[in-house]
């Protein structure tokens, strides 16, 4: 079945620094995935998505990085600001499968220093 | 354009009461998908649903756990008997289309479950 794991459960950076977070999963058959940005005591909110016909693409301020070879993927957040504040999961989905559910990894948690 | 919506947003219940939650999706959205997160872990699929049928339950464990979504209303998510390794929070999610033709999924703000 799918995994999708993060390298680090913690991430500090400083106010106006780039920041990267880092994603892997397992299951190669995986053509969707999605960072969301959950703050304290709310649900996840959508960031930007990918599919697995892309290696790169960009957002306001994000950038997500896809790496079919290695099951690598990384949200790249540029100028990080104290509102960026939150953990940050990558979820991923075979939408060809039949299936609908995303799975996600267990979260990145980004503090930015003022 | 009011996004997704769970009610109540905290909920309280002994050990062996029922636990309703409620999600109503966002405008124009027939997809619904429920999830659950237990404290410092990333969420997990529970039940995709289509008004008034099941798509996929995979997640959903085969005892206490019940899901609809009416033609009419909101969609449920029951919990009978519960017991204190179900608390956690419970997430709805709705998109336009199925993540086949690239809906993306849109959560609400969730419903802490505490079972005493």
């Known amino acids: 079945g799918e995994s999708v794991g993060l390298h680090l459960p913690t991430l500090s950076v400083q106010e106006g620094d780039n920041s990267i977070i880092n994603c892997a999963y397992s299951?190669?058959?995986?053509?969707?995935f999605i960072w969301y940005k959950q703050e304290s005591g709310k649900g996840p909110q959508f960031i930007i998505d990918?599919?697995?016909?892309?290696d790169k693409r960009q957002g306001q301020r994000v950038t997500v990085l896809l790496n079919k070879t290695v099951k690598h993927l990384s949200l790249q957040i540029a100028a990080t600001q104290p509102g960026d504040s939150a953990v940050y999961f990558c979820?991923?989905?075979?939408?060809?499968?039949?299936?609908?559910?995303?799975?996600f990894g267990k979260g990145t948690k980004l503090s930015v220093i003022p | 354009n009011a996004g997704v919506m769970q009610n109540p947003r905290h909920l309280v219940r002994r050990r062996g009461q029922e636990a309703r939650l409620r999600c109503s999706p966002m405008?124009?959205?027939?997809?619904v998908y429920w999830y659950r997160q237990l404290p410092e872990e990333g969420l997990k699929f529970m039940v995709y649903?289509?008004?008034?049928?099941?798509?996929?339950e995979s997640g959903m464990p085969k005892e206490r756990f019940s899901a609809e979504f009416p033609k009419e209303g909101p969609s449920i998510l029951r919990i009978q008997q519960v017991v204190r390794g179900d608390s956690a929070a419970y997430f709805c999610?709705?998109?336009?289309?199925?993540?086949?033709?690239?809906?993306?999924?849109?959560f609400g703000p969730g419903t802490r479950l505490l079972v005493l």
């Open positions: 999610a709705s998109s336009p289309i199925g993540l086949a033709g690239r809906g993306t999924q849109y």
């Open positions: 299951n190669s058959a995986s053509d969707y």
């Open positions: 990918i599919r697995s016909n892309m």
């Open positions: 979820a991923g989905a075979e939408s060809g499968a039949g299936s609908y559910q995303l799975t």
């Open positions: 405008k124009g959205h027939s997809h």
């Open positions: 649903l289509q008004k008034e049928n099941i798509i996929d």
